[in-house]
C-alpha cells in the first residue's frame, strides 16, 4: 500500500463501508455561489418572458372586442362605484311629436337647450330689428286685468280644434300621450329655461309643474303698446307660439311679468333665443322698449 493510500484508509472512520476511492475533493467554493446564481437568472427570464407575452396577449385581444364593438367607450366607467351619470343625447326619435301649432319664428328647438341654435345671423337681425323699436317709459299698468284684456286662457285662435296650451304641449314635449285628438295628458319636457327634464302629468296638483310662459309677458305688453291695439290683436298675442314656451313653473314663477332688464333664463345657453323672441315679438305687434328694457337686451345679443 502506497503512502497516498495508507493515508486515505487512516481517515476513513472506522466501520465505514463507503469505497473510498470514489470519493472526490469538493467543488471551489466559488462555484457553488455560481450555479445557484445561474439557475436563478434562468427562471427569472423565464418568468419575465411569459409576463410580457400574457400582456401582450392581452393587449391585442381588447383591442379585438373593441375593434367589434363588444366593449362600449364607456364600459370602463360604468363598471364600478366611482362612475359618473352623463346627460344622454336625443335622437332623432325623441323628438318632440309635430303640433298644429305654428313653429317658432326661428330654428330653434326648445326642447334641447343645451347647445344654443342661435346663430350670428339670427342675433345680428334681431340687433338690427332691436334698433328699430320705439323707447320710451311704461305706460301705466293700472286696471290692467288678463282676461279682459287678452282674452280667456287658452283659447283656439288658431281654429284647429285644439286649445293653444295643448298646442304648445304637444310641440314642446316628446313622448306625449293623448286623451282624444288634442289633450295632452303625459309627456317630457326639458325646460328652456334651466335645461331641467320634467316629466308631466296632467292633474290637479301636477299640471303647474309645466307651464306656457308669454315670452313677452302680457302684462309688459299692455304697458308697451298693447292697450293701443284692438281686441283681436291682443287675442293673437296672447296665442301666438313665437311668444310661447313650455317651461318648468318655478321659472315661470319667478320671472312674472319681467322684461330683460329684470329677469332672463337660468339657462345662458338659451338667452340669445329668448332675445331674439322678444324683439320679434315686439316687433310683430308694434310694442316699444323702455330704456332699461333695452340695453339688457342689446347686452344679451352683443354676446350671441
Not at 104 to 117: A, E, F, H, L
Not at 131 to 153: H, I, N
Amino acid at each position: 500500500m502506497s503512502e497516498v493510500s495508507a493515508m486515505i484508509v487512516e481517515a476513513t472512520p472506522a466501520g465505514s463501508t463507503a469505497p473510498q476511492h470514489h470519493r472526490t475533493a469538493a467543488p471551489p467554493p466559488h462555484q457553488e455561489f455560481h450555479a445557484p446564481m445561474t439557475s436563478r437568472r434562468r427562471r427569472r427570464t423565464r418568468i419575465s418572458l411569459t409576463s410580457v407575452l400574457v400582456v401582450l396577449a392581452l393587449a391585442v385581444g381588447g383591442y379585438a372586442l373593441d375593434a367589434t364593438g363588444v366593449l362600449g367607450p364607456d364600459a370602463d366607467a360604468a363598471a364600478g362605484p366611482t362612475s359618473v351619470a352623463t346627460a344622454t343625447v336625443g335622437t332623432e326619435s325623441d323628438a318632440p311629436e309635430p303640433s298644429r301649432a305654428s313653429s317658432p319664428t326661428d330654428s330653434t328647438d326648445p326642447t334641447d337647450p343645451t347647445v344654443s341654435t342661435s346663430t350670428d345671423t339670427d342675433a345680428a337681425d334681431a340687433r338690427a330689428l332691436l334698433a328699430t323699436l320705439p323707447v320710451k317709459g311704461k305706460a301705466a299698468g293700472t286696471g290692467y286685468d288678463r282676461t279682459g284684456e287678452f282674452g280667456s286662457a287658452w283659447i283656439d285662435v288658431d281654429h284647429n280644434g285644439c286649445d293653444t296650451r295643448n298646442d304648445v304641449l304637444a310641440r314642446d314635449l316628446s313622448g306625449i300621450v293623448r286623451q282624444g285628438p288634442c289633450k295632452v295628458v303625459t309627456g317630457t319636457l326639458v325646460s328652456p329655461y334651466t335645461g331641467a327634464t320634467i316629466d308631466f302629468v296632467r292633474g290637479n296638483t301636477t299640471s303647474t309643474l309645466v307651464q306656457i310662459d308669454h315670452v313677452v309677458a302680457l302684462e309688459n305688453a299692455w304697458r308697451t303698446g298693447a292697450q293701443q291695439l284692438s281686441q283681436s290683436e291682443r287675442e293673437a298675442l296672447a296665442n301666438d307660439p313665437s311668444n310661447l314656451f313650455a317651461v318648468d313653473g318655478r321659472s315661470n314663477s319667478q320671472k312674472r311679468s319681467g322684461d330683460a332688464a329684470t329677469w332672463l333664463p337660468a339657462n345662458k345657453a338659451f338667452r340669445c333665443t329668448y332675445i331674439e323672441h322678444q324683439v320679434s315679438v315686439k316687433a310683430e305687434y308694434r310694442l316699444w322698449v323702455a330704456p332699461a328694457e333695452r340695453d339688457a337686451m342689446e347686452r344679451v345679443l352683443g354676446a350671441c
